[in-house]
């Protein structure tokens, strides 16, 4: 199938596609702040720049679009076109996440990856039950660490998590 724009519509289009302070993002810092949750974004002296931190409590939170992370929810579809780009391209995003949640974990960091269908679509979780599951994973000890908390995925050690 040919792709319906042509190289210059294509090119802009994906220009204007935020790697940082995007709507899941923002939309989970929103419920950050609603639960007095202080925080840092896009710490870029962390393995991978998480895109919020609670230094204090060594915890990296990655906000992950569904989509190019290729996430195994409805929010997730490959692309019909092009699938020589895009397969090895979503391959190659899932296997970088591995890596960065790894290199933070093995530097004693608890890392929370929160997908983008946790906070909007049919998925999405009710605020107050988010709120109060991440505050109750933020406060764990170190024993509890693998929270459950629905389209949320909290990895403790390299080889306990699912990207």
């Known amino acids: 199938m040919v792709d319906v724009h042509n190289p210059t519509v294509r090119s802009h289009n ?29 710490s870029k002296d962390l393995p991978g720049t998480p895109d919020i931190v609670l230094r204090d409590l060594k915890i990296a ?3 992950n679009g569904c989509f ?25 995003t899932k296997e970088r996440d591995r890596r960065k949640c790894e290199s933070l974990i093995q530097e004693g960091w608890r890392v929370l990856i929160v997908w983008e269908c946790a906070l ?34 909290c990895a403790s050690e390299p080889s306990n998590h699912s990207l």
């Open 68 to 92: 190019w992370h290729g996430h195994s929810c409805y929010l997730f579809k490959m692309p019909e076109t092009r699938r020589e780009f895009w397969q090895p391209k979503i391959e190659g």
């Open 14 to 42: 994906m220009r204007a596609i935020r790697s940082k302070h995007t709507k899941p993002e923002l939309r989970f810092r929103e419920l950050l702040d609603s639960a007095g949750i202080c925080y840092e974004v896009h």
């Open 61 to 63: 939170m990655f906000v």
């Open 120 to 153: 909007k679509g049919r998925l999405r979780l009710p605020v107050d039950d988010l709120i109060g599951s991440l505050q109750a994973w933020i406060a764990a000890d170190a024993d509890k660490r693998d929270y459950q908390i629905k389209n949320i995925e």
